[in-house]
């Protein structure tokens, strides 16, 4: 069964940027799926962040991140990354990456098959 393993969380200021990693830990191959990466914080609902296709040629982000977050992957690595600019408290959270067969899930957290365990994401002064 594929696993995933997302890296590069931690603590950060206001304003700043974070990378984090998804990658698979087992001998599974990351290029027949889509990749999406999601947040949950205290309290709320799990929220779709952005996604890739399998290719990585299409990408899909939510409002609430769009022009600070981008997605993109490097198969030859299996992995695929979230870069994150202009951090702010809001953006506290623990965060996914998740994947679905297939070649583009989008950001509906019904459509991915496979979890990651999270890393958590904490903005503050």
């Known amino acids: 069964q594929l696993q995933l393993v997302e890296s590069g969380g931690g603590l950060v200021q206001p304003g700043g940027s974070l990378r984090l990693s998804c990658t698979t830990s087992?001998?599974?191959?990351?290029?027949?799926?889509?990749i999406g990466w999601f947040r949950q914080a205290p309290g709320k609902e799990r929220e779709g962040l952005s996604s890739i296709s399998n290719t990585g040629t299409t990408e899909n982000y939510a409002d609430s991140v769009k022009g600070r977050f981008t997605i993109s992957r490097d198969n030859a690595k299996n992995t695929v990354y979230l870069q994150m600019i202009s951090l702010n408290p809001e953006d506290t959270a623990l965060y996914y990456c998740?994947?679905?067969?297939?070649?583009?899930?989008?950001?509906?957290?019904?459509?991915?098959?496979?979890w990651g365990q999270g890393t958590q994401v904490t903005v503050s002064s």
């Open positions: 087992t001998g599974f191959i990351i290029d027949y799926y889509a």
């Open positions: 998740a994947a679905a067969w297939g070649t583009l899930a989008g950001l509906r957290v019904e459509a991915y098959e496979y």
